[in-house]
């Protein structure tokens, strides 16, 4: 059995991040509650922009200093842009009547032991495994 250390590592530096964010500034490291704090208009939107910076800088750092094999990234796409961007909407939808997303829930509110995040990730899981099921066998 191979161990996937790229996904380890990754792994381990979101729960980091998250904590570090949490016992620091006392903030919720979920997207879209980063992004739905309105960056442009918000009294702690130095922080917000912050995050974001370093989420987009961190990738292209360990791009650049790692150099990964990306041969197994895909694209070209099944689907259309209008397909896509619709799927988008819908993400987006359910993240706010979910009042967040998979990292706000599954890695920081599951880390808090928030019964409500946990039941938000087992809905997420669910309904994504069904997604997939009627994608592979029934369309």
């Known amino acids: 059995m191979t161990i996937p250390w790229n996904a380890l590592f990754g792994g381990a530096l979101l729960g980091v991040s998250a904590t570090l964010l949490l016992l620091f500034k006392g903030k919720i490291a979920g997207i879209s509650g980063i992004l739905s704090g309105s960056i442009l208009s ?15 800088a ?30 988008g909407l819908l993400v987006g939808i359910g993240t706010k009547l979910g ?15 928030s019964i409500r995040s946990t039941v938000a990730t087992f ?9 997939v099921y009627i994608r592979l066998h029934i369309l």
Not at 44 to 55: A, H, P, T
Not at 74 to 87: E, V
Request: net charge positive.
């Open 58 to 87: 961190g990738g292209w750092l360990t791009n650049w200093l790692v150099k990964p094999d990306l041969s197994g990234i895909p694209t070209q796409y099944a689907s259309s842009m209008t397909t896509m961007l619709l799927a």
């Open 99 to 113: 009042n967040g997303c998979t990292s706000g829930h599954g890695i920081c509110g599951m880390g808090r032991l």
């Open 123 to 131: 809905t997420f899981m669910f309904v994504a495994a069904i997604t």
């Open 42 to 56: 918000t009294a702690d939107k130095n922080w917000r922009v912050q995050f974001l910076i370093g989420l987009v």
